[in-house]
């Protein structure tokens, strides 16, 4: 029997998924974050990362084994078949090692399990959650965000909005949206009213 609820938390690049997933930690969620577990999988030695190089070549590789990830982006995201690809490949890994975690948090005190993941949808990690709650900006804010944060071009960050599900589609499948227009502080108080509302408030 599931003792905490298992709540998805999605949203696209610059949208600050990430951002509210680390507050809602510090309310006392255990946090599940799909994109730390790529980067885990992908680390020099591990045996994803030669699969990889040899499905993509081995320029997607520093000197030093670990992966090149501008370079496997400039391949994946302007080439649907070869994202195709790359998800193929690493998403089982991911899922597996969520499944893990899953289990380790069942019985924990914890106010709930959070599942970071900004392709819950496409993964089909949502049918492994209760509540799914969508964190959404507008787009000319979304853009601003990643320039700034990742040094790419407005250009590079319009293809990565474009690759990833189209918000209104995630509106539809979502039972919670926070728009993160606004400010860190707005954000927070959408956040706490979301935890009330939603009766999962810090234990």
């Known amino acids: 029997m599931r003792q905490v609820a298992i709540i998805g938390l999605t949203g696209g690049i610059g949208t ?59 391949i994946v995201f302007q080439d649907r078949k070869q994202k195709k690809r790359l998800d193929s490949l690493m998403h089982g890994a991911i899922i597996e090692i969520i499944d893990q975690q899953i289990n380790e948090y069942q019985n924990g005190s914890h106010a709930g399990i959070l599942i970071d993941a900004p392709l819950l949808f496409e993964t089909k990690l949502d049918q492994k959650c209760d509540r799914i709650w969508l964190i959404t900006a507008e787009t000319e804010t979304r853009i601003a965000r990643v320039c700034a944060r990742d040094q790419m071009s407005r250009e590079e960050v319009q293809e990565r909005i474009k690759s990833q599900m189209e918000d209104a589609e995630k509106r539809k499948l979502a039972d919670v949206i926070i728009d993160n227009s606004g400010s860190h502080q707005e954000l927070v108080k959408k956040l706490d009213q979301v935890l009330k509302q939603e009766g999962c408030e810090p234990l």
Do not use: C, N
């Open 16 to 74: 600050g998924k990430s951002t509210a997933s680390a507050y809602l930690k510090k309310k006392g969620f255990a946090v599940i974050d799909a994109d730390a577990i790529a980067r885990r999988i992908v680390e020099p030695g591990k045996p994803l990362v030669k699969i990889l190089a040899e499905s993509f070549g081995m320029h997607i590789l520093r000197q030093d084994g670990s992966l090149e990830r501008k370079a496997l982006a400039s």
